[in-house]
């Protein structure tokens, strides 16, 4: 059991790592990366507002990254005690799709400057969003199996 919840602390620890650096991404963006981006898309004859919808996509895509970490972050304190309740359920349910959603704004960026890159990034993305759908689904039948056992005297 030691065992576990070092390795727990362990992941929560990598999770704060990662929620840091996407912090530390989107400033990167807006301070160093955007006047790159406007000048691109400026050779590109593109309009301005490209730019921006790029830097506005960029963030979305971190911020759902961080919330899902968040989330994730809040899911993993209940595996000491029971995981299987209905606020996980909701919470696998809620990060699936904002998965689906980062991956959609992924495939977003095809309108602005088509990359190929864009689709083989959003294609995990969008089969993590489906995983933790289907999951989801997994734990609230676990959940419904809990509730009538203790139910049962």
């Known amino acids: 059991m030691k065992t576990t919840s070092i390795f727990n602390r362990f992941v929560q620890a990598c999770i704060v790592i990662g929620m840091l650096t996407g912090i530390a991404l989107i400033v990167d963006i807006y301070a160093l990366e955007m006047p790159l981006v406007t000048d691109f898309f400026a050779?590109?004859?593109k309009p301005e507002y490209f730019a921006v919808l790029?830097?506005?996509i960029a963030s979305l895509c971190i911020l759902g990254g961080e919330y899902i970490a968040f989330t994730l972050f809040c899911m993993m304190n209940t595996l000491d005690r029971d995981p299987f309740v209905q606020k996980n359920v909701n919470a696998l349910k809620r990060m699936g799709f904002t998965a689906l959603t980062v991956a959609l704004l992924g495939l977003?960026?095809?309108?602005l400057?088509?990359?190929?890159?864009a689709?083989?990034?959003?294609?995990?993305?969008?089969?993590?969003?489906?995983?933790?759908?289907?999951?989801?689904?997994?734990?609230?039948?676990a959940?419904?199996?809990k509730m009538e056992n203790d139910l049962t005297v």
């Open 43 to 45: 050779r590109e004859g």
């Open 119 to 141: 689709v083989i990034a959003a294609a995990p993305v969008a089969m993590c969003g489906l995983f933790s759908i289907v999951l989801s689904r997994v734990f609230a039948q």
């Open 108 to 111: 977003s960026t095809m309108l």
């Open 54 to 56: 790029s830097g506005i």
């Open 113 to 117: 400057h088509p990359v190929p890159l």
């Open 143 to 145: 959940v419904a199996y």
